[in-house]
């Protein structure tokens, strides 16, 4: 059976500081990747999907970035956090592009 | 672009009163739509999906959704619903390799 692995759980980080955040899928090939932000009262945010190796697209201008260095393999990143980066993140595969959709545990990061 | 939208974020009723959630796509070509539940403390998880054919789709715990093209819409709803159904429903609209998801509706049934 398919599985997402996304870690860490909780993350506090300094203003100005580097993030990565990675989410692994198994059970599975090709998946699209997603990368969420939720919000109270925004719902979620698509931040980037990737349908291969490498195919980033982003969605929403931002401080983030994302990598797909691996099949199964999604990393979001940043070289210097802003308080605004604060927030829940969230990873999700799907088999098909635009397809239910299987989420991660996700994310609660703190920058201070 | 590709988008969702909910509307009434807060949604307050009484047990045993019926549900009707609105969701609008854009969304150009084919869709694939999703009505997505998260219970306090829990993870999201799915309600129900319409990829094509009939266009009334039933879903877990009693939920269904239509889909009408000609509105856009994917309404979701439930007939009598219990304490056990206060959650964040979220709709969400699939193609072209992305997934959007609504702002989500704050639904809490009071006892």
């Known amino acids: 059976s398919q599985t997402i692995h996304q870690w860490p759980a909780t993350l506090v980080q300094p203003v100005g500081s580097p993030l990565s955040l990675e989410c692994t899928v198994e059970g599975t090939s090709n998946p699209n990747l997603y990368w969420y932000r939720q919000a109270a009262g925004r719902g979620l945010q698509l931040l980037f999907y990737s349908v291969g190796i490498g195919q980033i697209s982003s969605e929403v201008p931002q401080n983030l970035s994302a990598s797909r260095p691996q099949d199964r393999q999604f990393i979001l990143s940043s070289k210097k956090l802003l308080l605004s980066d604060s927030g829940f993140y969230l990873c999700a595969w799907s088999l098909l592009g635009g397809g239910q959709a299987f989420f991660g545990q996700g994310t609660r990061l703190t920058v201070v | 672009a590709q988008s969702v939208s909910q509307h009434n974020h807060h949604v307050i009723l009484s047990e045993a009163a019926s549900l009707e959630l609105g969701c609008n796509y854009s969304y150009g070509g084919t869709v694939n739509l999703f009505w997505y539940v998260q219970y306090p403390g829990q993870h999201l998880q799915l309600l129900l999906k319409?990829?094509?054919?009939?266009?009334l789709v039933k879903g877990i715990k009693g939920f269904e959704a239509e889909f009408i093209k000609s509105k856009f819409s994917f309404n979701l709803r439930k007939p009598s619903v219990q304490w056990s159904d206060t959650a964040e429903y979220f709709c969400?609209?699939?193609?072209?390799?992305?997934?959007?998801f609504g702002k989500g509706n704050q639904v809490v049934v009071i006892p």
């Open positions: 969400a609209g699939g193609g072209n390799n992305r997934l959007a």
């Open positions: 319409y990829f094509s054919g009939d266009p």
